[in-house]
């Protein structure tokens, strides 16, 4: 039987797939269920930035800020305790529970009052952090190097306060991913993961008012973190995730062929339930014994721009040439 083990970002997982946060991280039962599973590590669901502000305002909304300083100071921190409580505790209790690498996770748009979250969640033990951030660039005024140097900022300032390892969920939103990536790195980062979903609103033509799209990838869509990944293996300091589109044994294999460390799983939990973790990492198993991959270090990259005698096939400006051989 072949060896899964692998590296992420210092971490030593028994197999690469990784349940990503969501819902179905966000209970003690569904995360031993992940680990009965055969993943090789979690995500906690996300604690969310503007979950706790707008509580906070929710709690304290029609309070005197001149009568009641006080009180409003108190409900003020009372709600965005918790959330930060209840997290806590879930991030404690797995910790005791699961014998696999339990990273924690922060949904925010900047650094802020995360810091001194980020120090609370690695003193009970997480293994990591994964920040999820997004800057939406919707804003005419704001150029893109004012956007990326809050990125950097953000990694910065938590890194400053962090000994744990870190990664970062980020879009392809970027002009410069290559470089982005790479400045992230230095910045503090020890792994991107490739690449956020977003919320994506749609409209309802008949009651004509908004509706949420479709909220879980497709198969299909493996390829977009697959190209970045193949262009990006060896090119930067980082460790590469892939996250979007995985649904089988047969994307995770691509990933790792294409450079990628790790694979964290969503939306096919929620499609085939948790159970079918073991079904991706048995295929993967039984991939490697066809192939005669002993370990996964065998093939990690195999596929990656930096391995192929002609890289520009991961090149879409060369999509044409590399295919007819037309220029």
Request: net charge negative; glycine share 8%.
């Given at each position: ?164 390892p870190m990664a970062m969920k ?43 799209g479709n909220i879980f990838s ?110």
């Open positions: 039987m072949a060896d899964l083990k692998t590296q992420y970002m210092g971490l030593c997982l028994k197999n690469p797939v990784i349940a990503a946060s969501s819902r179905l991280t966000g209970s003690m039962d569904s995360l031993l269920r992940c680990e009965e599973a055969g993943a090789g590590a979690v995500v906690l669901k996300s604690l969310f930035e503007e979950q706790i502000l707008f509580d906070s305002e929710k709690m304290v909304e029609g309070t005197d800020m001149g009568v009641y300083t006080d009180a409003f100071d108190f409900l003020s921190g009372v709600s965005k305790n918790y959330y930060l409580d209840q997290y806590l505790s879930l991030l404690e209790e797995a910790k005791k529970r699961l014998s696999i690498p339990v990273i924690a996770s922060i949904n925010c748009i900047g650094a802020g009052v995360w810091t001194e979250y980020a120090e609370k969640m690695e003193a009970l033990g997480a293994d990591a952090l994964e920040l999820n951030m997004f800057i939406l660039p919707s804003d005419p005024e704001q150029r893109s190097e004012d956007i990326e140097k809050k990125y950097m900022s953000t990694v910065k300032e938590i890194r400053s306060v962090l000994t744990i980020i879009s392809s939103h970027f002009t410069g991913l290559a470089g982005m990536v790479e400045a992230l790195g230095e910045a503090g980062l020890n792994a991107v993961v490739m690449f956020n979903r977003f919320f994506r609103p749609d409209i309802d033509i008949e009651s004509l008012k908004f509706t949420s497709d198969p299909s869509e493996v390829v977009i973190p697959l190209q970045w990944i193949a262009l990006l293996y060896g090119q930067t300091r980082v460790d590469l995730a892939a996250s979007t589109g995985v649904h089988d044994y047969t994307g995770v294999v691509k990933n790792i062929l294409a450079g990628a460390n790790a694979v964290e799983i969503c939306s096919t939990l929620f499609k085939n339930g948790i159970e079918h973790l073991g079904k991706l990492i048995t295929g993967m198993n039984q991939w490697m014994d066809r192939h005669s991959f002993e370990k996964v270090t065998d093939f990690l990259g195999l596929l990656s721009k930096a391995n192929l005698e002609h890289p520009e096939i991961w090149e879409r400006s060369q999509y044409i040439k590399a295919l007819t051989g037309i220029s």
